[in-house]
């Protein structure tokens, strides 16, 4: 019963609650209590239980009066809970204001009359730069939160920039750890298996330390040394012969190398060609998908390529193929055809045609119209050839069995031409790992004279006046400089011919200058593609545009010449005392090899249409002997 004497005492001395004070005064609140009746009921309503109450109950409360004069003094307590509360209502009413004082500004008007004024243009740039104001009234400038933000950011880049340097500095450190073994260490590696692990930290280490030779070489060594050990681990790791691992660490950086080799020793993915001639390559690869083949398009840069993750059929058996909706061709035998751009109606000459896939894309280029010669030398090949034309209904197709080299006289004034020449094969070995062994010097050089002879015989093929044509594309499978840039180099020295764009977005500039070989500057509008960097075969394609029919003289060949070693022979270049003897001698030489491989392109009956007299070449022979006379004198001494 205290309890209730003491709430109703607190009671009475209470104010208007919190939302009569958040809505109103509290003397209009205190007006309007008094004037309403259902207050008044509560009133009496608790004065009548009051009245009601039992005697024993009164004086249970009489007993504890003293009880109730301990606990009223709790009472100012919890009015202080409650001005608490109100000050809080109060700051909860401040922000109220504040947000009413924003939503004022972007309706256009603020608060503040101090400044009052319309929201213009500037305001609005204020508040996108951050001006906003503060709980205080005043401005808070943006610049200054941007400006703590980019203290931040300038400290976070500083530490990042402190732990990358700490890292280099860390990884230097177990770089500059490596120390190349003595000679009796690798002595007893030949008589020792040495684990691939090992090998690779060994190559990684020695590849580090070559990054940045100066500051990191042990004391003593040099580049040499650690050049030849890292070849020597790679061709032990890899496979790989000396000499082609030797041609192929020139081409390109050794973390570089190390990719190329690697993606060497994976299988490309398998790509498939639409027949546009039948089919297109959405409905193909619906109809393919519904056979449980999952495939994607190549890319952008082809609309007829597919290429094929995984299938539950064998994709050289299903209908389509059989039907002849799509060849199985590797991606970087599309560059080639795309780069040769065959339109309808032309006379077009595929010179190494076997086994039919990219002749087949030609004609589907040429809408089967026009004329196409699919000629290979091998007859064995040309069957498969001549099946793959019909499975895939190319009808404006002849194909003949011919030695490339004889076309120039067998067929001629083609508006385009095609050379995909035979070639070493380094760009896939990946399909045929025996090259990593079988390739030597001596092959490749062979290999490459005979592409050099193929080319100037696709090029007299082609007819320089026509309308539409005049095109040469020369293309390989090999990563070889001899076979590619070299060969380029060589027609344009010998021909009248110049490189053109190829119109394909994507493939690595060729090289100008490598080593010892210097090339035509326009030798960098051909195009290299690499495994690891296309996920294609390796793969090289140049584009020429003739520009006359005629043969270059052996002087214009030696102008255009002047510094190449191989053209001259054994002859060294830029001796001054015998300076005119080694011109005329170096122009004999390239008359010789000129008639040389004019000979070997006419046929039985015909004369070249320059010979060289036998009187003319006797007396730069017996120069030759006395130059080689003098100069085994000289080593004798």
């Given at each position: 019963?205290?309890?209730?004497?003491?709430?109703?005492?607190?009671?009475?001395?209470?104010?208007?609650?919190?939302?009569?004070?958040?809505?109103?005064?509290?003397?209009?609140?205190?007006?309007?209590?008094?004037?309403?009746?259902?207050?008044?009921?509560?009133?009496?309503?608790?004065?009548?239980?009051?009245?009601?109450?039992?005697?024993?109950?009164?004086?249970?409360?009489?007993?504890?009066?003293?009880?109730?004069?301990?606990?009223?003094?709790?009472?100012?307590?919890?009015?202080?809970?409650?001005?608490?509360?109100?000050?809080?209502?109060?700051?909860?009413?401040?922000?109220?204001?504040?947000?009413?004082?924003?939503?004022?500004?972007?309706?256009?008007?603020?608060?503040?009359?101090?400044?009052?004024?319309?929201?213009?243009?500037?305001?609005?740039?204020?508040?996108?730069?951050?001006?906003?104001?503060?709980?205080?009234?005043?401005?808070?400038?943006?610049?200054?939160?941007?400006?703590?933000?980019?203290?931040?950011?300038?400290?976070?880049?500083?530490?990042?920039?402190?732990?990358?340097?700490?890292?280099?500095?860390?990884?230097?450190?177990?770089?500059?750890?490596?120390?190349?073994?003595?000679?009796?260490?690798?002595?007893?590696?030949?008589?020792?298996?040495?684990?691939?692990?090992?090998?690779?930290?060994?190559?990684?280490?020695?590849?580090?330390?070559?990054?940045?030779?100066?500051?990191?070489?042990?004391?003593?060594?040099?580049?040499?040394?650690?050049?030849?050990?890292?070849?020597?681990?790679?061709?032990?790791?890899?496979?790989?012969?000396?000499?082609?691992?030797?041609?192929?660490?020139?081409?390109?950086?050794?973390?570089?190398?190390?990719?190329?080799?690697?993606?060497?020793?994976?299988?490309?993915?398998?790509?498939?060609?639409?027949?546009?001639?039948?089919?297109?390559?959405?409905?193909?690869?619906?109809?393919?998908?519904?056979?449980?083949?999952?495939?994607?398009?190549?890319?952008?840069?082809?609309?007829?390529?597919?290429?094929?993750?995984?299938?539950?059929?064998?994709?050289?058996?299903?209908?389509?193929?059989?039907?002849?909706?799509?060849?199985?061709?590797?991606?970087?035998?599309?560059?080639?055809?795309?780069?040769?751009?065959?339109?309808?109606?032309?006379?077009?000459?595929?010179?190494?045609?076997?086994?039919?896939?990219?002749?087949?894309?030609?004609?589907?280029?040429?809408?089967?119209?026009?004329?196409?010669?699919?000629?290979?030398?091998?007859?064995?090949?040309?069957?498969?050839?001549?099946?793959?034309?019909?499975?895939?209904?190319?009808?404006?197709?002849?194909?003949?069995?011919?030695?490339?080299?004889?076309?120039?006289?067998?067929?001629?004034?083609?508006?385009?031409?095609?050379?995909?020449?035979?070639?070493?094969?380094?760009?896939?070995?990946?399909?045929?790992?025996?090259?990593?062994?079988?390739?030597?010097e001596d092959e490749i050089l062979k290999i490459a004279e005979a592409q050099k002879r193929l080319?100037?015989?696709?090029?007299?093929?082609?007819?320089?006046?026509?309308?539409?044509?005049?095109?040469?594309?020369?293309?390989?499978?090999?990563?070889?400089?001899?076979?590619?840039?070299?060969?380029?180099?060589?027609?344009?020295?010998?021909?009248?011919?110049?490189?053109?764009?190829?119109?394909?977005?994507?493939?690595?500039?060729?090289?100008?200058?490598?080593?010892?070989?210097?090339?035509?500057?326009?030798?960098?509008?051909?195009?290299?593609?690499?495994?690891?960097?296309?996920?294609?075969?390796?793969?090289?394609?140049?584009?020429?545009?003739?520009?006359?029919?005629?043969?270059?003289?052996?002087?214009?060949?030696?102008?255009?010449?002047?510094?190449?070693?191989?053209?001259?022979?054994?002859?060294?270049?830029?001796?001054?005392?015998?300076?005119?003897?080694?011109?005329?001698?170096?122009?004999?030489?390239?008359?010789?090899?000129?008639?040389?491989?004019?000979?070997?392109?006419?046929?039985?009956?015909?004369?070249?249409?320059?010979?060289?007299e036998e009187e003319e070449v006797k007396p730069v022979k017996e120069k030759k002997e006395k130059?080689?006379?003098?100069?085994?004198?000289?080593?004798?001494?």
């Amino acid at each position: 019963m205290g309890r209730a004497k003491d709430r109703s005492l607190i009671g009475k001395e209470k104010g208007p609650g919190k939302k009569a004070k958040r809505q109103q005064d509290p003397e209009h609140l205190k007006n309007d209590t008094e004037n309403k009746e259902p207050n008044k009921k509560r009133r009496k309503t608790k004065e009548g239980k009051a009245k009601k109450k039992p005697k024993l109950v009164e004086e249970e409360e009489a007993a504890k009066e003293e009880e109730v004069v301990e606990e009223l003094p709790a009472a100012p307590v919890e009015e202080e809970k409650e001005e608490e509360e109100v000050e809080g209502d109060q700051n909860l009413d401040e922000l109220e204001e504040l947000q009413q004082s924003l939503l004022d500004k972007a309706t256009g008007f603020t608060d503040n009359k101090s400044w009052l004024k319309e929201a213009g243009d500037d305001d609005d740039e204020d508040d996108d730069m951050g001006i906003v104001d503060d709980d205080f009234g005043g401005e808070a400038s943006g610049d200054d939160e941007f400006g703590d933000d980019d203290d931040d950011e300038a400290v976070d880049q500083e530490e990042e920039d402190k732990k990358d340097e700490q890292e280099r500095q860390e990884a230097a450190k177990k770089v500059h750890l490596f120390t190349l073994p003595t000679e009796e260490e690798l002595a007893e590696e030949q008589n020792q298996i040495m684990a691939p692990t090992e090998r690779m930290e060994r190559i990684r280490g020695i590849i580090g330390v070559l990054a940045d030779f100066k500051t990191l070489r042990e004391e003593g060594r040099k580049r040499k040394e650690y050049r030849s050990l890292l070849l020597s681990d790679l061709c032990l790791y890899y496979d790989y012969n000396e000499f082609l691992m030797s041609h192929l660490v020139e081409l390109m950086p050794f973390g570089e190398l190390l990719d190329l080799l690697d993606a060497q020793e994976t299988k490309r993915p398998v790509t498939i060609r639409a027949n546009s001639l039948k089919t297109r390559r959405r409905d193909l690869a619906q109809a393919l998908i519904t056979r449980g083949v999952n495939l994607d398009p190549i890319g952008k840069w082809s609309k007829v390529g597919l290429v094929v993750y995984n299938t539950a059929v064998p994709l050289g058996a299903t209908p389509e193929y059989l039907a002849g909706h799509y060849m199985l061709q590797g991606a970087s035998s599309f560059v080639p055809v795309m780069a040769l751009d065959a339109k309808p109606g032309e006379r077009v000459l595929d010179m190494c045609a076997a086994p039919g896939g990219k002749s087949a894309y030609i004609a589907a280029l040429m809408k089967n119209t026009g004329m196409l010669v699919s000629n290979d030398a091998s007859k064995e090949r040309t069957k498969a050839l001549s099946a793959n034309l019909h499975r895939l209904g190319v009808h404006n197709a002849v194909v003949c069995n011919y030695d490339g080299l004889a076309f120039p006289k067998v067929m001629g004034s083609f508006d385009r031409v095609l050379l995909d020449a035979p070639c070493s094969g380094t760009g896939v070995v990946s399909k045929d790992a025996s090259v990593k062994q079988s390739k030597d010097e001596d092959e490749i050089l062979k290999i490459a004279e005979a592409q050099k002879r193929l080319l100037l015989a696709a090029i007299d093929s082609c007819d320089h006046t026509s309308k539409t044509g005049g095109v040469i594309v020369y293309s390989t499978c090999s990563v070889m400089i001899q076979e590619n840039e070299w060969v380029v180099d060589y027609a344009l020295k010998r021909r009248n011919v110049k490189l053109v764009p190829l119109g394909v977005d994507i493939g690595k500039d060729g090289f100008t200058r490598i080593n010892k070989y210097r090339f035509d500057p326009s030798v960098s509008l051909t195009k290299r593609y690499y495994p690891h960097t296309h996920n294609m075969d390796g793969f090289f394609v140049a584009r020429f545009q003739k520009l006359s029919n005629t043969i270059k003289t052996p002087k214009e060949v030696f102008r255009s010449d002047g510094e190449s070693e191989e053209d001259m022979g054994e002859e060294e270049v830029g001796e001054e005392a015998a300076g005119d003897t080694e011109m005329e001698a170096a122009a004999a030489d390239q008359d010789v090899e000129a008639a040389a491989a004019d000979e070997d392109m006419e046929t039985v009956g015909e004369e070249p249409e320059k010979p060289i007299e036998e009187e003319e070449v006797k007396p730069v022979k017996e120069k030759k002997e006395k130059k080689k006379k003098k100069k085994e004198k000289k080593v004798q001494k």
